[in-house]
């Protein structure tokens, strides 16, 4: 007995055991009501006493499920769950079987809910928090306090997200005055000025689409203790030698009624702070591309050192003060005026030898000259936005207004001379911008309108000048006076829009312009022994251009394939009418300037890209003149032919190979360009490298081809990216210089290895070696060659609050060399938000860098006066 | 626009995994094929920590999961944003504002990936530029062996049960409710007897909260954006993206970025040493 008992424990515990933990398996099959099979249907299973889920699958195409269990329970719970289908649950024993459902579609739907109810009651749209309630000891700005807003981030660039989507507007009582750019208020308003801090949820800043179109996104409003807030932060950085400093300092006042912002900036560092207006102005281009130059250049001032071939800093001996007001007054409710007026004085020294080469084909020139110049300029500008944002219109007017004042005086010093040369080159410009957009049908047709008046009284005097003598039979040392005045007006209207249809992207543009322009010139030569100037030549001329324009454009795109075809035409009527000679010239023509380009990728990693344009326009009324004009001390010019007639074919292709797995970049191209003209210049060159330019019709082309190949790879073991650049230009023309027409070729190759290493993760350093060769040849004879290498080595470390920087380049220039090394250290506070910083330019106090640039038979090399080793320390606060 | 501006914006595109930037024109032009329409969508907020040496800086942003009929699409909510607003600019005519213009500044992601879960049929489909690619991958479903517990919770108004699973470096708690029939989640999360309406690591790095369910009656088509896109392995995809972090001053400054930028890059690049899955 007591054997079989304990025979039966062993059996029952085994028994027990198994249906404990033996495995069943439930499968089945789901159907709906027709008995059609469906998929993706959960079955769940449950046991009595929990209401987790203990196991679960999913049917199949064939609606067919199969689910292995492990439990300890007599009876299980299998249900059905599904979006659409009504549940089903039924009680089985634990065992091995087929469960089949039958599912009813389920009419009703999940409807829209919110699992976080929102801690604070909501009243309407809008949340008020009351500033001092969450304001501490150690705030300081009103960022500070609404970091702390439940809700608010603020992130490192001071954007401000609510729920952490970034507010769409910042108002400070119900205006917004900074369009977006709201970190200069909220990181500098001190937190005692605001008393309430309002976030608008859901906040739909265009009327016109309020209520059409939702907004996720909240906007803040602040609003203020007082009537109005007075406050500002800033920059201050000096340093030796001489004394230098940099100032930036921002005073806001903020106020219902009107709220400004200005910025003060002043330095003598070498940084043109005025850039940023040209940031903000330039993109009035792109919209009326047949525009005139925004400035007025009468003259040929030159720039005596090649853009980018040195950082600006390094050289630029300057004084400069900016000051930008940004101010905001509404009108009527709707109706809002927003201005923006800047302010800049600028004084500087330049100090350069100029050595130029002339290759002509018998015989070559070479004049070397110490150029001096100071440079005054003081400069208006106003823009005043008039923006009516309501539920029926969106309507967009700037108007413009813009007084430049330009002052250069020159001492240039040769080997038989020393000429003194004075320009002066004020404008004035009055423009208007309108902005509208409307619905016709159901296509949005945009209407933009531009008017401007331009106008300028400029003088040239350059004493003694010996170009004019031989022309006019003067002797001795004479003075030339040029005097140009300019008036011009220009109208430009169109209608733009565009149709999509499918992959297909049509856009039509139609416009008119009109320019209206009289250029007055005098040019007087006054000599010492004379009492009154003789005038020598006289341009009174008034040129009208017409033009019509259409440009329609396709474009088509699929996953690999892009293709643009654009065919804009103008149809130009250009007059010129001098009365005072009686001449006058005018030229009807329809201009085409046709554009494609395409790009196709294949083969995962290879793209290959070709484009063509060609581009038909007549010349600028700037640049024609019946009679002589001085350009500068070096250039008379007579340009009255012919009109100018100028062709440009530009062609490209480029195929990359770009393999992001394996970090392979490769990419090779091919430009080429044909310049096609009817006039060809005839320059006399003088002894002393000046010019008398005159325009001959004559046929002529110059045509230069261009190869460029890039190739870079990162290599993991190194932690190093190795790059390869290789350029080669060749480029052919004809001159015409002294009655002698010839043949120039220059040919430039370089070369540029590099290599980046990603030491740690806040180190890294690079090295670059560059090497240039240029060849110029005359009738195909080499004459010249030019021979630079540069090496460039960069180090940065950074950790959270430091910041280190060490540049350091290598100049070999014919043999000469030039060494530079920059250092910059940089430590932030981050509880303060005050940074330090440390500048050392010029850690080797290198005298003069030497640059070269050729055009077809003139290598001319700048050798420029650098500013001296300059240490700076500066620091960035509130206040 | 400048040649330099429309190649900064570019670069701006390209980098888009690094830090934040506007997306530009090519995103809104794109022909798409529409997949299905989701009459759902669901909203998370995914709160995580970028930087393991600063991990006190969380960060958070909106995601988007739209429901169809046989598949869904996870995505940012900004990224879906940036694309309605783009295509409507676009056929307004007035792209150029909107790019010039700070509009679009406020619809910043750092999210660019999309995910088509069962597409194709039982795949998950992970979509994302790396410079200068459009990557795809796929990985079946059976990525996600899930472990099912007893825990329970209640979140919002749901009751809610707990689930593991490890993948991708990471082992993930997962809570979901069998209240609402969707057998899907965040990211590529899926394949529970329920929604997921809480996920994160246990480190808690990564942390999706469902925010609201919301029912469109008139249906959001889930596209699929037609691109040349790169198809590749999950793991060749995590080298590409590993790579790019280390070789971006040399991409930067092939995309013509200056030399400040293209440190400003190496810095932000730095800071992003805590991928979801590795």
């Known amino acids: ?879 | 626009m400048s040649k330099q501006k429309s190649i900064a914006i570019l670069f701006t595109i390209f980098v888009f995994q690094l830090f934040p930037v506007k997306i530009s024109a090519q995103f809104f032009a794109l022909p798409s094929e529409i997949l299905d329409t989701a009459n759902i969508s669901v909203s998370y907020t995914i709160t995580w920590k970028q930087d393991t040496n600063h991990l006190d800086k969380v960060r958070n942003e909106e995601m988007l999961l739209f429901v169809g009929k046989s598949l869904s699409l996870f995505m940012s909510e900004n990224m879906y944003k940036v694309l309605l607003i783009g295509r409507k600019a676009e056929s307004e005519g007035r792209l150029t504002d909107l790019l010039k213009g700070e509009e679009l500044n406020n619809y910043v992601s750092r999210f660019s990936y999309r995910i088509y879960k069962n597409y194709p049929k039982e795949q998950i489909t992970y979509m994302e530029k790396v410079i200068p690619t459009y990557f795809q991958y796929s990985e079946p479903f059976g990525v996600f062996e899930w472990q099912l517990t007893d825990s329970t919770t209640t979140i919002g108004d749901f009751k809610a049960n707990c689930a593991f699973t490890d993948y991708g470096g990471r082992r993930w708690v997962a809570w979901y409710t069998t209240e609402i029939p969707i057998s899907d989640g965040p990211y590529k999360f899926r394949g529970l007897p329920g929604l997921i309406i809480r996920l994160y690591d246990d480190k808690k790095h990564y942390v999706f909260d469902m925010e609201k369910l919301e029912r469109y009656d008139e249906g959001v088509p889930i596209e699929l954006i037609d691109r040349d896109w790169v198809e590749t392995s999950r793991t060749d995809f995590l080298k590409a993206r590993e790579n790019l972090k280390h070789d971006i001053v040399n991409r930067a400054q092939e995309a013509g970025v200056g030399v400040e930028g293209q440190q400003r890059a190496a810095r932000n690049a730095s800071k992003k040493n805590n991928p979801i899955e590795f």
């Open chain 1, 1 to 879: 007995m007591k054997c079989y008992s304990g025979l039966l424990i062993i059996i029952l515990s085994c028994f027990y055991a198994a249906s404990a933990f033996s495995q069943i398996e439930l499968s089945g099959k789901v159907t709906d009501t027709l008995g059609k099979p469906i998929e993706f249907i959960n079955i769940t299973v449950f046991t009595r006493e929990s209401t987790s889920p203990k196991a679960f699958g999913f049917t199949d195409g064939e609606g067919k499920y199969k689910i292995l269990v492990t439990l300890d329970a007599d009876s299980l719970d299998i249900q059905s769950s599904a979006l659409n289908f009504e549940t089903e649950k039924y009680t089985i024993p634990n065992k091995t079987q087929q469960v089949d459902f039958v599912l009813r579609q389920d009419v009703k739907l999940l409807e829209t809910f919110t699992v976080k109810a929102k801690p604070i009651e909501l009243h309407g749209d809008t949340l008020s928090y009351l500033v001092d309630i969450f304001k501490g000891k150690e705030d300081k700005t009103i960022a500070d306090v609404l970091r702390k807003l439940p809700g608010i981030e603020i992130e490192d660039n001071g954007k401000i997200l609510y729920q952490g989507l970034p507010i769409n507007t910042f108002y400070v009582e119900g205006l917004d005055l900074t369009d977006g750019r709201y970190s200069k208020i909220s990181e500098n308003l001190p937190d005692e000025a605001v008393s309430v801090v309002e976030i608008f949820e859901n906040h739909q800043p265009i009327r016109i689409l309020e209520d059409r179109v939702y907004s996720p996104q909240a906007a803040i409003n602040l609003k203020l203790k007082k009537k109005a807030a007075a406050t500002g932060s800033g920059k201050v950085a000096t340093g030796f030698s001489p004394w230098l400093w940099d100032v930036n300092l921002t005073p806001m006042l903020l106020s219902t009624r009107f709220q400004l912002l200005a910025s003060y900036q002043t330095n003598n560092t070498g940084n043109d702070v005025s850039q940023q207006i040209d940031q903000l102005t330039s993109n009035g281009q792109m919209q009326f591309p047949y525009a005139p130059d925004e400035k007025i250049q009468l003259f040929d001032v030159g720039s005596y050192t090649q853009y980018g071939a040195i950082d600006q800093k390094r050289y630029l001996d300057n004084q400069i003060h900016l000051a930008n007001f940004n101010m905001l007054v509404p009108l009527k409710k709707d109706l809002q005026l927003r201005a923006d007026i800047f302010f800049v004085d600028d004084l500087r020294n330049n100090e350069s030898e100029i050595n130029s080469l002339y290759l002509l084909p018998d015989d070559s020139l070479r004049i070397i000259e110490n150029y001096y110049r100071k440079h005054s300029r003081r400069y208006w500008q106003g823009t005043f936005h008039l923006k009516r944002n309501t539920k029926r219109n969106f309507l967009n007017n700037q108007t413009e207004f813009r007084f430049n004042e330009a002052d250069y005086q020159d001492l240039i010093i040769n080997a038989n001379d020393s000429i003194l040369q004075h320009f002066n080159t004020p404008y004035k410009e009055l423009s208007n911008r309108l902005n509208t957009i409307l619905r016709i049908g159901t296509s949005l047709i945009e209407f933009q309108s531009l008017i401007k008046y331009q106008d300028g009284v400029q003088k040239l005097s350059v004493f003694p000048n010996q170009l004019l003598n031989q022309q006019y039979s003067i002797t001795g040392q004479a003075e030339n006076l040029q005097d140009a005045t300019i008036e011009r007006t220009y109208l430009d209207h169109y209608a733009g829009t565009n149709f999509k249809l499918k992959r297909w992207v049509l856009s039509l543009r139609l416009g008119f312009a009109y320019r209206v322009q009289n250029l007055n010139t005098k040019l007087f030569i006054e000599q010492p022994d004379s009492l009154s100037d003789t005038l020598i030549s006289e341009n009174k001329l008034k040129a009208s251009q017409y033009q019509i324009y259409l440009n329609p454009s396709v474009q088509y795109q699929n996953k690999n394939l892009r293709i643009l075809l654009s065919w804009p035409v103008n149809q130009q009527q250009l007059s010129y009418q001098d009365n005072e000679l009686a001449l006058s010239n005018s030229k009807i023509k329809l201009l085409h300037s046709p554009v494609y380009s395409m790009n196709y990728s294949f083969s995962s990693w290879w793209e290959f890209h070709a484009s063509w344009r060609f581009y038909q326009r007549m010349n600028d009324p700037d640049d024609f003149y019946y009679n002589y004009m001085l350009k500068n001390y070096r250039k008379l010019i007579k340009t009255d032919a012919l009109i100018q007639e100028l062709n440009r074919h530009l062609g490209k292709i480029s195929i990359s190979y770009r393999n992001t797995i394996t970090t392979f970049f490769n990419k090779l191209s091919y430009l080429y360009m044909i310049r096609e003209s009817n006039l060809l210049y005839s320059n006399q060159l003088q002894d002393d490298g000046s010019f008398i330019v005159t325009a001959v019709e004559f046929p002529n082309s110059t045509l230069s081809h261009s190869i460029e190949f890039r190739s870079s790879k990162y290599i993991s073991a190194l932690k190093s990216s190795l790059s390869f650049n290789a350029f080669f230009l060749n480029s052919i023309g004809q001159t015409f210089v002294n009655d002698d027409l010839f043949d120039t070729r220059t040919m430039s190759y370089s070369l540029g290895p590099e290599i980046y290493l990603n030491a740690a993760s806040w180190v890294n350093l690079s090295y670059k070696f560059y090497t240039n060769v240029v060849n110029s040849k005359i009738n195909n004879e080499l004459r010249n060659t030019v021979n630079i290498n540069k090496h460039y080595f960069n180090f940065n470390a950074f950790a959270a609050t430091h910041l280190v920087n060490l540049n350091f380049e290598y100049y070999a220039y014919n043999g000469t060399r030039y060494n530079f090394v920059d250092l910059l250290y940089r430590y932030s506070f981050s509880e303060s938000k005050i940074d330090l910083e440390v500048r050392w330019n010029n850690v080797l106090n290198s005298k003069t860098f030497i640059d070269q640039q050729y055009s077809q038979f003139i290598v001319t090399e700048y050798v420029q006066v650098l500013r001296p080793s300059q240490i700076l320390l500066g620091v960035r606060f509130s206040f």
